[in-house]
C-alpha cells in the first residue's frame, strides 16, 4: 500500500494527493501534524518530519512531489 | 508513446493570479483554454498565509483566494493540468507550439504568466542543508519547528508575514536583514509587537554550519563588521524572487532582471503573445496589478484571435 505523509494545509502534500488521485492511485494518508505517530514513523523513515513523503515499503521514499520519481517507483 | 497533438485556442502558461484571471476571462468567451502549471496552483501566494490588500477581502488565505479563482476559471470553461511540464515553446511559428511531457499543444495565442520563483540562498552550503534545516516554504516545513528557534531571512511583506505566521511553532525567530525592511507598516509594526520575534537588521548570513542537519549560522553585523554565531534549528529563506523566463529567453526580448519585455497592453513583440503578471517588466507587482494584466491580456487576445479568423 502506498502511503504518504502529509499534512491538510500543506500544498505540496496535496499535489502527491492530486496526483495519485489523477492516476487511480490507491494511498493511506499518514497525518504528521494530527498524529505523532505518523511524524514519528515519518522521521524514522527519512531522518526528519518534511513532507510529504511517499512511500511504497517503509524503506524507499520521495521527498517532495517529483512526477518522474513518484512514475518511476510506482510504475505509472 | 507518441505525443498527443492538441489545438487549443489559447494556452495559459501560469496559474497563479495572473495566468487564473485571464483563464477566467477567455472561459467566459468561449474561447477553448487552457492553463499549464509545474509548481503549485497560486504560484506565489500559494503559501500566503493571510492576504489584507486584495479588494473585497479583509484578510483571505492565499490558498482560499486562488481556490475560488481556480474554480471561477474552471466554471467557464478552462483546463487546468498541473502535472503536464513544458519541455520547449516555439512562439513565432504558426500556430504557436507549446510542447509538454505529454502533449505537443498547437494554438493561436500564448499569454506568459509564469511568474516568479523565490530566489535561493546563495551560499555554497545551501545544497548541504536544503530541506534539513534551510527551507522556502514555512506553510510546508514550519510544522518541524515546534518549540525550536529558528531564522528568517528577509525584509519584505512576504520575509515578516513568514516570521509572523511561524511563532505559532517556533520559541524564538530571528528576523535577518540586510538593510531596512521593505514591508508595510502595518506587518513591520506586527512583528515589533511580537514578543517571539528578535530583529537583527543591517545583518547577512555568511555561512551555514552543522553536521547531517542545520545547527547554527555565522551572521555580519555589517556596521561593526563582527562576526557572530547564532544557534539555530532552521532557517526560512525569502530574500526576494526571480522571474520564471528559462523558457522563452530565446524567443522574446527579456529585460535585465530577465522579466519580459511587454507593455501595458501586455503584449510582446510576437503577434498573439501577452506577458501577464509579474513575469512582466513594469513597475508594480502586487496581486491587483497581475489580475488586471490577466484580464488585459485574455481581453486583447480575443480580439486578436478574432481578427486572424476573420
Given at each position: 500500500m502506498v502511503k504518504v505523509y502529509s499534512f491538510e494545509a500543506c500544498p505540496w502534500c496535496n499535489k502527491v494527493k492530486k496526483y495519485l488521485d489523477s492516476k487511480g492511485v490507491e494511498y493511506e494518508v499518514h497525518d504528521v501534524e494530527l498524529n505523532a505517530e505518523d511524524a514519528a514513523a515519518c522521521e524514522k523513515l527519512t531522518g526528519d518530519t518534511a513532507v510529504p513523503v511517499l512511500t511504497v515499503d517503509d524503506k524507499n521514499y520521495i521527498l517532495g512531489f517529483d512526477?518522474?520519481?513518484?512514475?518511476?517507483?510506482?510504475?505509472? | 508513446m507518441a505525443k498527443k497533438i492538441v489545438h487549443k485556442d489559447i494556452v495559459i502558461i501560469g496559474a497563479g493570479m495572473a495566468g487564473l484571471t485571464?483563464?477566467?476571462?477567455?472561459?467566459?468567451?468561449?474561447?477553448?483554454?487552457?492553463?499549464?502549471?509545474?509548481?503549485?496552483?497560486?504560484?506565489?501566494?500559494?503559501n500566503a498565509v493571510s492576504i489584507e490588500n486584495y479588494?473585497?477581502?479583509?484578510?483571505?488565505?492565499?490558498?482560499?483566494?486562488?481556490?475560488?479563482?481556480?474554480?471561477?476559471?474552471?466554471?467557464?470553461?478552462?483546463?487546468?493540468?498541473?502535472?503536464?511540464?513544458?519541455?520547449?515553446?516555439?512562439?513565432?511559428?504558426?500556430?504557436?507550439?507549446?510542447?509538454?511531457?505529454?502533449h505537443i499543444y498547437e494554438c493561436d495565442v500564448v499569454i506568459i504568466a509564469s511568474g516568479m520563483n523565490r530566489r535561493k540562498l546563495p551560499l555554497p552550503e545551501e545544497k548541504t542543508f536544503a530541506g534539513r534545516g534551510v527551507h522556502y516554504c514555512e506553510m510546508c516545513d514550519g510544522h518541524m519547528y515546534q518549540n525550536k528557534v529558528i531564522a528568517v531571512m528577509g525584509g519584505g511583506n512576504a520575509a515578516l508575514d513568514a516570521a509572523n505566521f511561524l511563532t505559532k511553532y517556533a520559541e524564538k525567530i530571528y528576523i535577518i536583514h540586510r538593510s531596512q525592511f521593505r514591508a508595510d507598516e502595518v506587518t513591520q509594526q506586527r512583528v515589533k509587537k511580537n514578543p517571539k520575534i528578535e530583529i537583527m537588521l543591517q545583518t547577512e548570513i555568511k555561512k551555514l554550519n552543522g553536521k547531517g542537519r542545520l545547527q547554527s549560522v555565522d551572521i555580519?553585523?555589517?556596521?561593526?563588521?563582527?562576526?557572530?554565531?547564532?544557534?539555530?534549528d532552521g532557517i526560512f529563506v525569502n530574500i526576494g524572487v526571480e522571474p520564471n523566463t528559462q523558457l522563452f529567453k530565446d524567443e522574446l526580448k527579456l529585460s535585465d532582471s530577465g522579466r519580459i519585455?511587454?507593455?501595458?497592453d501586455c503584449c510582446t513583440e510576437i503577434e498573439g503573445v501577452f506577458a501577464a503578471g509579474d513575469v512582466r517588466e513594469k513597475k508594480i507587482r502586487q496581486l491587483t496589478t497581475a489580475a488586471a494584466d490577466g484580464t488585459?491580456?485574455?481581453?486583447?487576445?480575443?480580439?486578436?484571435l478574432s481578427k486572424l479568423k476573420g
Open positions: 512526477k518522474a520519481k513518484i512514475d518511476a517507483l510506482l510504475g505509472l | 485571464a483563464a477566467l476571462y477567455a472561459g467566459r468567451m468561449n474561447l477553448d483554454t487552457l492553463v499549464l502549471e509545474s509548481g503549485l496552483i497560486g504560484g506565489q501566494i500559494a479588494p473585497g477581502f479583509e484578510s483571505v488565505s492565499g490558498g482560499e483566494l486562488i481556490g475560488i479563482l481556480q474554480r471561477q476559471a474552471e466554471k467557464f470553461g478552462a483546463v487546468i493540468d498541473e502535472f503536464d511540464t513544458i519541455e520547449k515553446v516555439s512562439l513565432k511559428s504558426t500556430p504557436k507550439i507549446v510542447e509538454t511531457e505529454e555580519l553585523d555589517k556596521n561593526s563588521g563582527k562576526l557572530q554565531n547564532i544557534a539555530v519585455i511587454a507593455g501595458e488585459t491580456a485574455a481581453l486583447l487576445a480575443e480580439k486578436y
